[in-house]
């Protein structure tokens, strides 16, 4: 019965999604407020039901009703509660209906909070939003179907594949989405701004917190899906250039382009095309990112199930959205009138410049993702595309856009003076060069690549740094002055000074770690004791364990450094037994931004143990990095002046706080 | 600078970009691909020795030999040609004879593929679709390989 409930739900938001695709439209036409405003209804409703058919999806796997397939394959009984919650999307049809939830939720965001939008255009905006959410209802109901029953009811179920028996799947999946989903909102904006053939300053207002939104949850979701790698998979990698990996690292570039370009739009009315452009292709990258994941076109660790009606499905889907999309653009975009003239040094010049580095960037991980697929269907022959590719394309795109962006801050919008922002800038530049140095000479014929990168990053903390310095006048008038002008900042310049530091703190710890990352890999005996990177680790002996749903094996390990002890690891090696399956569980020791990191191979006949130990100098930085980024953009989201001259202001600042 | 200007050093700013991109993309594309072959086709077209390319086939079952540090020794095969692979470290969870498996390495002197990356990327019942699809194509794919569709690992 829940399940029949969950699927009716699922139709009944299929058949609003229907309703809301056409009748807002025909009452922008005909100027008809009443057939405008049903949107909002209807936009509402979808939340509630396609809500209602997602809680019903989680009740059926709380209360492991094994008469339902999807509850079959994917729970077990002896399952802990928290993973067969988030068993829910770890499987195609319940990822599925993650999606179409959170798009739900962002239209009726809209719908709720869009109270200062003109009628037509928040009429346009959830007309396309509808015809999204309509075609993955289909999607859903046609080809995978969550509530399908089975007619012998099984007693036990399949269980959850044990790699995903994670809290990493309770956090990175849902994030991931809204991240990607969010994006379908700019998309929608700049759909409804060329059917409407009007475009406004007010427009990029409008569209700039939303893709901040989903800008924020997609940085976290990709940092966390890269954290969860790197401590489930056992052998300390964390960005593995695998195609959907890949998937979800192009909407973010081409999204933060798109931050970039929405606010040259909103400050100087200007790049008005390419920002609707941008608008289209990030959320044409996130359909195309689900297409990859979905369809199970690619060879990769993500091994998603494979079914060519679903495929087939999703490409269409895709074809139709980002072509129509395209199509309208072509259409419609010469209407658009351009406004706002700059110089090429100027601060819209530095914001292309990072829009064209971006983008190319986004282009060189887009041809290396799809060409393996293109030159399988056209020659049948087959080829991997790796890290090495990536590494010579992508990397030498983003080192000039690193040594451009401190420069961004310092120029004036319309006409800027580089060598004013030079001089601002030479202090960071000394301390760049100073970070080079001193890592020179104390390498001493180590590698050079890493110091300059370092340098690099130092060059671009110092340079986010330096434009706080510059605007608040520290070292040059007293600090109790400088001080007071800090708190009086707009949040969005700490905003801008967190996200670019974030970068390079990022990138001082994927140096650090690809460089100096120390590994120990043996065959250890009971008492024997390993080296590395100046720790001693002591194998004290090997036990057994039963948990809920698995066997594991775990290993103790005394850890000591310069011969004082300093703490005990256990890793393990789980089996599960319902499916024949085992996962490896490092144990981290995290030492400041430092870890060690222990993973268990397979047991030897004569009583040892295969292991493989690291010291990964730095590593918490890769994270720590976007997490800083993040919460610049939740700083600029709090900004006031992004809720400031909206055509009924008081009104306007109370609904945005509320939605954001 | 007129307006003209300014739109032309735009414009070849990032034509100037894209061109960049474009020939670190075809420089890449000569060094760094990798191509996947099972021991058949590796016969077949005599890869060179030290050439690098992806092995993918079945593990013979009874091949599995493991040696002093990590060393393991065992043998891929396809229904037709088997090929020895030697790989050093620690095999991949799930990893199993008779199972799946895609290996990276090149051939040495002696005919032995030297493997430095072992990959076993599927559960109990799935294999890597290169491997199933070159199975399939040389009449050797057993319907009961593909009974149950893989679950997939989203991370």
């Known amino acids: ?660 | 600078m007129t307006r003209k200007q300014r739109r032309l050093t735009m414009i070849g700013g990032s034509l100037a970009v894209l061109a960049v991109a474009a020939a670190l993309v075809l420089n890449a594309m000569r060094d760094s691909i990798v191509f996947f072959s099972t021991p058949s086709m590796a016969a077949e077209k005599q890869i060179p020795a030290g050439k690098r390319f992806r092995l993918g086939g079945l593990v013979q079952p009874g091949s599995l030999v493991r040696g002093e540090n990590l060393v393991v020794n065992f043998s891929v095969a396809d229904g037709g040609t088997t090929l020895p692979v030697s790989y050093k470290g620690i095999l991949p969870d799930l990893f199993r004879e008779g199972q799946g498996v895609v290996a990276e390495g090149a051939l040495d002197a002696s005919g032995t593929f030297r493997a430095d990356t072992v990959l076993a990327k599927h559960d109990e019942t799935y294999m890597p679709k290169e491997v199933a699809d070159a199975l399939k194509k040389q009449g050797h794919w057993k319907d009961d390989y593909g009974a149950k569709p893989a679950q997939g690992a989203a991370k």
């Not at chain 1, 029953?149 to 990493?168: C, F, T, V, W, Y």
């Not at chain 1, 074809?319 to 129509?324: A, E, K, P, S, T």
């Not at chain 1, 001493?444 to 130092?458: D, E, N, T, Y």
């Not at chain 1, 000074?497 to 710890?509: K, Q």
């Open chain 1, 1 to 660: 019965m829940i399940a029949e409930a969950g699927h009716y739900a699922l139709v009944l938001a299929l058949g609003l999604a229907l309703i809301q695709s056409v009748v807002p439209i025909v009452g922008a036409r005909r100027g008809d407020v009443a057939l405008m405003e049903m949107a909002r209804s209807t936009a509402l409703a979808q939340l509630l039901f396609v809500g209602a058919s997602f809680t019903l999806l989680t009740a059926l796997h709380v209360t492991s009703d094994f008469s339902v397939v999807n509850v079959f394959e994917n729970s077990h009984s002896a399952k802990p509660l928290i993973y067969k919650i988030t068993g829910v999307w770890g499987n195609h049809e319940g990822s599925m209906l993650l999606w179409v939830s959170i798009l739900a939720l962002f239209g009726a965001l809209v719908a709720a909070f869009g109270n200062n939008l003109p009628a037509s255009l928040r009429a346009h905006v959830l007309a396309v939003q509808a015809w999204v959410a309509g075609a993955f209802y289909l999607f859903i109901l046609l080809t995978s179907n969550p509530f399908a029953r089975i007619a012998q009811p099984p007693i036990e179920g399949r269980d959850l594949n044990p790699i995903l028996q994670d809290i990493g799947l309770a956090v990175h999946p849902p994030m991931l989405y809204l991240g990607y989903v969010g994006f379908s909102i700019s998309f929608s904006f700049a759909v409804a701004a060329l059917i409407e053939g009007r475009i406004d300053a007010a427009w990029a207002r409008w569209v700039r917190p939303w893709t901040l939104v989903a800008w924020i949850f997609l940085t976290l979701g990709i940092a966390m899906g890269s954290y969860w790698a790197y401590y489930e998979l056992g052998w300390g990698g964390w960005w593995f250039w695998d195609p959907v990996e890949n998937a979800s690292l192009m909407p973010w570039l081409a999204g933060t382009a798109l931050l970039h370009s929405a606010l040259v739009m909103e400050k100087r009315d200007a790049l008005k095309v390419w920002t609707i452009l941008l608008s289209i292709l990030t959320f044409s990258l996130s359909l195309l990112g689900t297409f990859l994941v979905r369809s199970g076109v690619l060879t990769s660790v993500h091994a998603f199930a494979t079914d060519p009606a679903r495929g087939v499905f999703i490409l269409l889907i895709l074809c139709v959205f980002i072509g129509g999309s395209l199509a309208l653009f072509a259409l419609r975009a010469p209407q658009l009138k351009q406004g706002g003239l700059f110089a090429p040094i100027s601060r819209e010049g530095a914001l292309v410049l990072n829009n064209l580095f971006l983008t190319t960037a986004c282009a060189t991980v887009f041809v290396g993702t799809l060409y393996p697929l293109g030159l399988e269907v056209l020659t049948s022959d087959k080829i991997s595309v790796g890290a090495p590719f990536f590494n010579l394309t992508f990397a030498p795109l983003f080192v000039p856009l690193l040594v451009a962006v401190p420069f961004g801050p310092q120029l004036a919008w319309k006409r800027g003076d580089l060598l004013a922002a030079a001089q601002r800038l030479t202090a960071a530049g000394v301390a760049a060069l100073l970070a080079i140095a001193l890592l020179l000479a104390w390498m001493r014929g180590g590698p050079v690549l890493a110091p300059l990168a370092i340098g690099l990053a130092a060059w671009v903390i110092a340079g986010a740094l330096t434009d706080i310095a510059e605007r608040t006048g520290l070292f040059r008038i007293p600090v109790s002055v400088s001080l007071r002008r800090a708190r009086g900042l707009p949040r969005a310049a700490w905003g801008t000074m967190f996200a670019h530091a974030g970068l390079g703190v990022a990138l001082i710890g994927i140096v650090c770690e690809t460089t100096w990352n120390s590994e120990y890999i043996a065959t250890m005996q009971p008492n024997q004791v390993a080296r590395v990177a100046g720790y001693e680790l002591k194998l004290e002996g090997l036990t057994q364990r039963q948990g809920p749903n698995y066997r594991e094996t775990l290993a103790q390990f005394a850890v000591s450094l310069d011969g004082q002890p300093l703490s005990a690891m256990t890793p393990s090696k789980r089996s599960f037994a319902t499916r024949g399956m085992s996962t490896t569980e490092a144990a981290l020791l995290t030492r400041g931004a430092s870890q060690l990191y222990v993973s268990l191979g397979d047991a030897s006949t004569d009583g040892g143990i295969a292991v493989r130990i690291y010291h990964k100098p730095l590593v918490l930085l890769i994270w720590w990095g976007p997490v800083l980024m993040a919460f610049g953009g939740m700083l600029s989201l709090s900004d006031r002046r992004l809720r400031v001259g909206a055509p009924k202001p008081a009104r306007a600042i109370r609904k945005l706080q509320a939605a954001e």
